[in-house]
């Protein structure tokens, strides 16, 4: 250090200022720097705090959960529960009732979760008019919690607007017995 002051002593006085303000503009960067990350730090832990309340509320909500999902479980009748190709079959009937064309160019996707397996497949309604749209919902409705609707699309037809092109995302639940 005294090797330092010495040097810096001998120095010309602007060759001590431009020292100084060296000196002062890499304090200055580092301030900086060591200000973003400490805002950057105070975020993540502010997120990471909420995070961790919201787990603590679902792991103290566990018990209720888990007896309400046990309840909902016990309503469920293993009869009216649908495989994929009885979800295919069944939507086909529900769409002719209706007097709809349904097509479906998807493989239906499966995913076990134990004690169901639900079964997720992408249906086309092409040339659909407002009331045949409202059966089919209303008897897709009357399926429910059975079979549930993940997403809905509707496009008008360029052609004749009173028509639609109709993309319907469902999904069935099978009880694994």
Do not use: C
Not at 34 to 55: E, G, I, S, V, Y
Not at 157 to 165: F, Q
């Amino acid at each position: 250090m005294k090797t330092l002051r010495a040097f810096f002593l001998l120095l010309q006085l602007r060759e001590k200022i431009l020292v100084v303000a060296f000196a002062l503009m890499i304090a200055a960067v580092w301030a900086s720097n060591f200000n973003r990350r400490a805002w950057q730090f105070q975020r993540q832990a502010a997120t990471a705090t909420l995070d961790l309340k919201k787990q603590q509320q679902w792991l103290d909500d566990q018990p209720a959960i888990e007896a309400n999902a046990m309840k909902t479980a016990a309503r469920l009748d293993a009869s009216h529960t649908l495989d994929a190709p009885l979800l295919l079959a069944t939507i086909s009937s529900l769409a002719g009732e209706a007097n709809l064309n349904v097509t479906s160019n998807t493989e239906s996707r499966d995913e076990s979760t134990g004690q169901f397996n639900i079964h997720t497949r992408e249906f086309i309604l092409d040339k659909a008019d407002y009331g045949s749209l409202i059966k089919f919902y209303l008897s897709l409705q009357a399926r429910s919690p059975y079979v549930g609707i993940e997403r809905y699309t509707q496009v008008p037809d360029k052609v004749n607007p009173a028509l639609s092109r109709v993309s319907l995302l469902l999904s069935a639940t099978e009880v694994v017995r």
